[in-house]
């Protein structure tokens, strides 16, 4: 997994958006926005047993599994467009990384947008309340899994989002550690 911010180009999205020069984000600045990270092994994920610990831990008992591309998902360009939408959830987005690639951006304490290619191997968690967005990359596939804690819930809430109380939490939660 790499971070890094984004450009203010309105180019391709897919396209990887580097700022001149470039500025790459240390995964520990991600930690402070709240967004987790693990590197697994992708290939046999039905036994792995580091990922059972992380779901067992976390309480993630469903999971589901989406493949990015125009043959596996229904209403696919409508999908990616909301996905490119910045939006937040009242609860965790947390994706796992099987094949291919892609790129969430979140935004930064500043409000930047920083972009996060994840890979195959790549579980990322980003908070509840964390204006974000999803879109592929050049290659234009993934296959992710989505754990959940729970009956799942994919409400996206499109910003501006200030009054709703998983964005009220999450901001609180920086006023707090500051
Ligand atoms: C979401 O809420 O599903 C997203 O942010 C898209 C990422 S994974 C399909
Ligand atoms: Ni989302």
């Known amino acids: 997994m790499e971070a890094w911010f984004m450009d203010d180009s309105d180019s391709d999205p897919r396209l990887p958006h580097h700022r001149n020069p470039i500025e790459f984000i240390p995964l520990d600045h991600l930690a402070e926005l709240g967004v987790l990270h693990w590197r697994l092994n992708p290939t046999d994920y039905e036994n792995d047993q580091e990922l059972r610990k992380i779901r067992e831990t976390r309480g993630y008992n469903y999971m589901d599994l989406l493949d990015i591309c ?40 500043d409000d930047r947008w920083i972009r996060i290619w994840i890979k195959a191997g790549d579980l990322i968690i980003l908070p509840a309340g964390i204006y974000h967005r999803f879109t592929l990359d050049t290659t234009n596939y993934v296959k992710l899994m989505r754990l959940f804690m729970g009956e799942p819930v994919w409400t996206a809430y499109n910003r501006p989002q200030e009054e709703h109380p998983a964005r009220k939490e999450y901001v609180e939660s920086f006023t707090k550690k500051v």
Request: glycine letters at 8%.
């Open 70 to 109: 125009p043959e596996k998902l229904n209403n696919y360009e409508e999908k990616l467009k909301n996905f490119y939408t910045e939006h937040i959830h009242a609860d965790e987005e947390i994706r796992y990384c099987l094949e291919g690639s892609g790129y969430f951006d979140v935004r930064g304490k």
